[in-house]
């Protein structure tokens, strides 16, 4: 029987991070190890970014399995970062040369910004010459050059400012949002005590990612970016906005200043000024908050570990599979997929929209930042400069309701809902307590000031109900429509609204009333919905999931102890796939999967053997509903009967708390996003006097609606999720960096 070489056998890569410091770099480290590890590679850390290569000796060390244990959960970078003046200069490039090759190293992979990447380009480029210097100086044998002749690299993106065209969302950028956001929800609260403005500055030199997101996701008054200069006289033309504002009922008002923002001139716009010109206009009480490097800190959000994860195993498949013929590439995120970019094209395309801001064509440098980039400007723009906050007595009159399980950011996309709405000239309904309400006339209209403070409260305060009404409860809802005169209808919510909208579309022909147009928004922690790859909600449940799993691991760090983590999802096991690859944790029991006594006894034996070897921790996650009779209470007493006091054993039912709290950033921007875009759905049937229904969601980073006729067909009635699932491709991912591949 012949055994497969592995495919990093006998290869060395060594891996670096350059530049400022970002969130998820040590998840993306801990991956690049174990995966190469996992792969029959050797990797060497490369200390304080290319200065460590430069200087070698103890700055490039060799990393095994467990030197990347414990750091999934930490800021900043175990291996330290540096910009390196050295290393810009040619003599500081061979001496980096020659010290990768005293350790056979000629892969490379390198987490940093455009300048750190540029940087890897001009290195690879000049490979080959530097070996024939250091050949020719004695340096370095003429074998080893030729055993060495290319450089072959990865590059991940590690910025905050989520500023390299190509891509999504780079490292870091996600959790720097939340930073931001976090502090904002704070300065509401006390702004509003004194009716008071805040002027909170961001980071973002030439990229108003950061500045613009946080704005939409805080609820605030005004932004100010770098890529778009505000016109002369935007002093009056914000504190219109503030004043506006005020008058439609908020007690707090909020600026987001970009660090980078300047006027059409080129004058810097600071803080302090903007300050100054609110104090001078509206002549009331203004403070500064300047966040600064708060929001490079801390542990990282749940996106920055699982996204860092994927980044780094795949980056390991890149350079080990690489060729000399073919550019290195930036690797990144686009759709909730790994993207690759070759380096030179990413960052030319990065360092022109300085160039294009400074010529004035501001339009081309919002493009780009790309078309959701764009999206966001305008959406901001209408929720902070709405064309009208009282609707019409001739418009169209919109219902807003939710069914199917709570979810985090329901309450914040009614919210966005309704203000859309009203500015969109409609007047927007709100229907309590779900499809018995609408059957019952529970509906009533919401104006501008209704929804003030939905968008940072969890909950939500229509209320939400699982029931889906039956046949003969149609007669009863026809009638609710004809009498309230609601002309379409807005559904955000999980599987039981969508299967209750999809009744109504069905029955239109006996029914006529409830042949309306009808438009199914995603709100799901279980991420279980037809049409969409991520819902409402999703985000901030396994956010919790995984400030859970810190905090448990945390407490048994000090006994050697093994848990089991059982989470929601129902019968799909998106929260616990993702949530073991942003906790860390062994392994995974899926209903995807199944469990079987085989593998279960497989997994008895190696861990035994584990903790025997000296292993401290063990952590095992359950999706609640992966087997009926290998239930989470049966796996921690399986567990504690064959570990033969090797350790002990306690288990974890996360249950509701995965439902509750204050939306995170991505659940806020995904609800505007989405309702709006379901609003041009609804506007668009309603002037051309039709009533198809949709259903609508993100797909590979793009607002999708589909037609409500293909919805059954797309979705596993018996276990209510969709047919195909695009994150049960990082079960490989997972096993990779978790120690079944050890």
């Known amino acids: 029987m012949t055994i497969d070489t592995p495919p990093g056998t006998g290869k060395r890569i060594g891996i670096l991070t350059s530049g400022g410091d ?42 095994a399995w467990e030197d990347v244990g414990s750091i999934l959960h930490k800021g900043g970078t175990m291996i330290g ?31 940093g910004g455009d300048g750190s990447l540029s940087g890897l380009d001009q290195f690879r480029a000049e490979w080959p010459d530097l070996l024939d210097e250091l050949v020719a100086s004695g340096d370095l044998s003429r074998e080893v050059a030729d055993a060495h002749p290319c450089l072959l690299f990865a590059g991940l993106v590690g910025s905050i400012d989520n500023d390299l065209v190509g891509t999504d969302m780079t490292i870091g950028a996600d959790t720097a949002l939340h930073r931001i956001v976090d502090a904002i929800d704070d300065l509401a609260s006390t702004a509003a005590s004194h009716q008071r403005s805040f002027v909170v500055e961001v980071m973002g030199r030439h ?3 950061l500045a613009l997101m946080s704005a939409i996701a805080g609820g605030c008054d005004y932004v100010l970016l770098p890529e778009q200069p505000p016109a002369p006289g935007w002093e009056e033309h914000m504190c219109a906005a503030l004043r506006r504002g005020r008058a439609a009922g908020r007690r707090d008002s909020l600026v987001v200043v970009a660090e980078g923002a300047c006027d059409r001139d080129g004058n810097p716009i600071t803080s302090a000024y903007v300050r100054q010109v609110i104090e001078d206009q509206l ?25 860092s994860t994927w980044l780094g195993y795949e980056a390991v498949l890149e350079v080990l599979g690489a060729t000399a013929d073919v550019p290195g590439p930036v690797l990144g995120f686009r759709g909730n997929r790994v993207h690759r970019v070759p380096l030179v094209e990413a960052v030319a395309a990065t360092r022109k929209v300085p160039e294009l801001i400074a010529s004035g064509d501001y339009d081309a440098a919002m493009a780009q930042r790309g078309g959701s980039f764009v999206e966001a400007y305008g ?22 309701i939710h069914a199917g399980g709570l979810a985090p950011g329901m309450n914040a996309a009614a919210r966005d809902a309704v203000r859309l709405g009203i500015s969109r000239g409609h007047t927007m309904l709100g229907i309590h307590d779900g499809f018995p309400g609408l059957r019952d006339g529970h509906v009533v209209e919401l104006v501008w000031e209704d929804v003030e403070g939905w968008l940072t409260d969890g909950g939500a305060d229509l209320g939400v109900r699982r029931t889906v009404p039956t046949v003969e409860e149609l007669y009863r809802i026809s009638r609710t429509i004809e009498d309230n005169h609601i002309d379409a209808l807005l559904m955000i919510g999980g599987w039981n609204g969508y299967q209750a909208a999809e009744l109504l579309h069905s029955e239109r022909d006996r029914f006529p009333a ?40 945390m407490s048994g760090s000090a006994a050697k102890r093994a848990f089991v983590v059982e989470t929601m999802g129902r019968y799909c096991g998106y929260l616990t796939l993702m949530g073991a690859l942003a906790g860390g944790a062994e392994r995974v029991y899926l209903h995807e999967e199944g469990i079987s006594l085989d593998a279960l006894s497989q997994d008895l034996t190696w861990l035994r053997n584990s903790f025997a070897s000296g292993r401290k921790l063990f952590l095992a996650m359950r999706n ?119």
């Not at 051309?688 to 006729?709: H, I, N, R, W």
């Open 624 to 742: 609640e509903l992966a087997n009926p009779l290998y239930t989470t209470d049966f796996l921690a007493r399986l567990l504690e009967q064959e570990g033969q006091g090797l350790y002990d054993v306690r288990q974890n039912v996360l249950g509701h708390v995965q439902q509750g709290g204050c939306p995170t950033p991505f659940d806020r921007l995904l609800a505007v996003r989405l309702v709006s875009r379901a609003l041009d759905l609804i506007s668009g049937q309603l002037g051309a006097g039709t009533s198809e229904s949709f259903y609508l969601g993100l797909v590979q980073s793009k607002v999708t609606a589909f037609p409500m006729d293909q919805m059954m067909a797309e979705m596993d009635l018996r276990y209510r999720r969709p047919k195909e699932q695009w994150w049960l491709a990082l079960r490989p991912v997972l096993k990779a960096v978790s120690d079944a591949a050890v």
């Open 81 to 111: 970062t540096f910009r390196s003046k050295d290393f810009r200069e040619r003599d500081g490039r061979r001496r980096a040369a020659r010290n990768l090759l005293e350790h056979e190293i000629d892969r490379l992979i390198v987490i």
């Open 379 to 400: 959406i901001l723009q209408e929720l902070v400069e709405p064309s009208r906050i009282d609707a019409p007595e001739t418009s169209r009159r919109i219902a807003v």
């Open 22 to 63: 970002a969130q998820g770099m040590n998840a993306a480290v801990r991956a690049v190890v174990r995966t190469a590890v996992s792969l029959g590679a050797q990797v060497f850390a490369i200390y304080e970014g290319y200065q460590g290569m430069v200087d070698g000796g103890t700055g490039i060390r060799e990393l």
């Open 207 to 209: 990229c108003g990612y």
């Open 283 to 307: 002549h009331e009480d203004a403070r500064v908050t300047i966040l600064g490097h708060v929001q490079r800190g801390g542990a990282p959000s749940a996106y920055d570990r699982w996204a």
């Open 514 to 553: 409830c042949g309306l147009p009808i438009v199914c928004v995603p709100a799901s922690i279980d991420n279980n919905l037809p049409g969409s790859e991520l819902a409402i909600g999703t985000d901030t449940a396994l956010n919790v999931i995984t400030e859970a799993i810190d905090r448990i691991k």
